[in-house]
């Protein structure tokens, strides 16, 4: 069984405002999960959710005990000028953690937001995505959820939930104390080998990276997008020998 290990160094914001969530995610209602109307280009992403076990995402799942935070992140694909993309954000240079890295949208569980074993962290993507991006909710079409991982440096427990822009809103900056950015990067940069790259932290743990959008993609974030490439067969050879160096603070 191929492992590969989502990065031990970046973990889900947990700043921002509370947002009201969307019409996926009705106060009540269970959030909505549906692969129906999804376009054809996403079935291998489907397939890929639908078989993926949680040791070929990573080594680091949820402690045995029910330990860590809850949270959520929203990967969300989307159609744009050149296809299929993903929305990203870049957290603000003024946060304490991970300043300037750029990530999902997502962070920690509220209570509002439910079960943390049923519909919780489809509610916490939805709404966490809507604080810093603005997105509506409405628009998003959840059609699977990813094994919940584990972030030991910071004990977060994390779902990655998979998202359909069927109806795409404007995004932008919400608050610019949390997020630098908000930006799309299209699926074609990402499978792109001279994008790719390993980044080696002085800790001597490495990982995949992407360079795009003038931004370096990389921890959780890039560990989620390399998994989701290789296993819907998107993935093209790259050099794995090629290395973007990081410091301490990363």
Sequence with gaps: METHDIDRYDEPGTDGTRGEPGAHATPGAPALVTKDGLPAWLDPVVHAVETVEPLQLSRFLPPADGAGRQSAVLVLFGEGARGPELLLMERASSLRAHAGQPSFPGGALD?????????????????????????????????????????PVSGFVVTPVLGWWREPTPVGVVDPAETARVFTVPVADLTDPAHRATTVHPSGHRGPAFLVESALVWGFTAGIIDRLLHFAGWELPWDREKQVPLDWRA
């Design 111 to 151: 209570p509002e937001d439910g079960d943390p074993q049923s519909d919780g962290p489809l509610r916490a993507a939805l709404r966490e995505a809507q604080e810093e991006t603005g997105l509506d909710p409405g628009g998003v079409q959840i059609f699977g959820v990813l094994p919940r991982l584990y972030i």
